[in-house]
């Protein structure tokens, strides 16, 4: 029987760059995957390697983000109600973790992973020759309304000043976003 000194479990991308990292380091490893490599969560985040993010998701604060979340009118969050006893200590732990200060910290810890990310990436793409992949022209981030855009401008603009990260939120005009979505297609 063949030596196994590390089973890493999901063949997404984090699991896949995890197991080829051991492997580099002389470990055999086993990755294992209940579906092919990239069908889970490397699947469901669209393929964007984002090096730029700031801060986790939190918890809402608001008591109306809140009350959008329970009447299932939110796209960022759906839930079955005959789910929310198992899944409750788990909420009461990301709420605790959304607390301004743990955010900040949590923000700071995480910079150096993001801001490597993309040179990673770029990393294994070269040794796997699939270098053609990877799209340099960015993502659009669209916002229902101009005071959503602003609200979120202003909340990133101010967090990223007290973690002395630089942050400037790009606006774009309709025709702008127009040309760009064109160019997608």
């Given amino acids: 029987m063949a030596r196994t ?3 890493v479990l999901g063949a997404g991308i984090v699991g896949t760059s995890t197991a080829l990292q051991l492997a580099r380091r002389g470990l055999a490893v086993a990755l294992l995957d209940r579906r092919a490599p990239g069908e889970e969560t490397s699947y469901g985040n669209a393929g964007i390697v984002e ?3 700031v801060f986790p998701p939190a918890f809402p604060s608001r008591l109306s983000a809140l009350l959008r979340i ?3 009118r939110a796209p ?3 839930y079955h109600l005959s789910h929310l006893p ?5 909420l ?3 709420f605790a973790a959304s607390r301004p200060a743990r955010l900040i910290e949590t923000a700071r810890l995480m910079r150096p992973l993001f801001s490597s990310a993309l040179a990673e990436h770029e990393a294994l793409l070269r040794e796997a020759g699939a270098q053609r992949y990877l799209r ?3 993502w659009l981030k669209l916002y229902r309304s101009e005071a959503a855009f602003a609200a979120i401008a202003r909340a990133s603009s101010a967090s990223s000043a007290r973690c002395a990260i630089p942050n400037s939120p790009a606006r774009s005009s309709s025709r702008a976003i127009a040309a760009k979505a064109a160019s997608l297609r």
Wanted: net charge neutral; proline share 4%; charged share 25%.
């Fill in 70 to 72: 329970a009447l299932k």
């Fill in 136 to 138: 340099r022209d960015g």
């Fill in 86 to 90: 198992r899944v409750a200590p788990w």
């Fill in 76 to 78: 960022e969050a759906n």
């Fill in 92 to 94: 009461w732990a990301f």
């Fill in 5 to 7: 000194d590390a089973i």
């Fill in 51 to 53: 090096g730029n993010t």
